[in-house]
Nanobody
């Protein structure tokens, strides 16, 4: 069993930055592919960013590409999401998720095995 805990959310004005963290209780964090998702009120959960366990090429949704950066520190069992140039439409609960099977389908909600509870990000215009 893996427990994930997100932190770093908050309220910022448009144009500001936040850095989210997701820390795992597991001792084999390096075996997992990582995903960040978000869910706004009344909306479906949507893909934001993903990174394979190898730490190689990262992937982003078109809506955040160029503004958000995903990174990981396996020694600290932590994955980060640096969010710059925030917009009001980025307002949502942000959740991290992990999976340890194939990398394909990384943008799909249903392929991840474990999820955190989420952290609220509110961007005011």
């Amino acid at each position: 069993q893996v427990q994930l805990v997100e932190s770093g959310g908050g309220s910022v004005q448009a144009g500001g930055s936040l850095k989210l963290s997701c820390t795992s209780s597991g001792r084999t964090f390096s075996r997992y592919h990582i995903g960040w998702f978000r869910q706004a009120p009344g909306a479906e959960r949507e893909f934001v960013a993903a990174m394979p366990r190898s730490g190689g090429t990262t992937y982003y949704s078109n809506s955040v590409k160029g503004r958000f950066t995903i990174s990981r520190d396996n020694a600290k069992n932590t994955v980060y999401l640096q969010m710059n140039s925030l917009k009001a439409e980025d307002t949502a609960v942000y959740l991290c998720a992990v999976r340890d099977d194939r990398w394909s389908g990384f943008a799909r909600v249903d392929v991840y095995d474990y999820w955190g509870q989420g952290t609220q990000v509110t961007v005011s215009s």
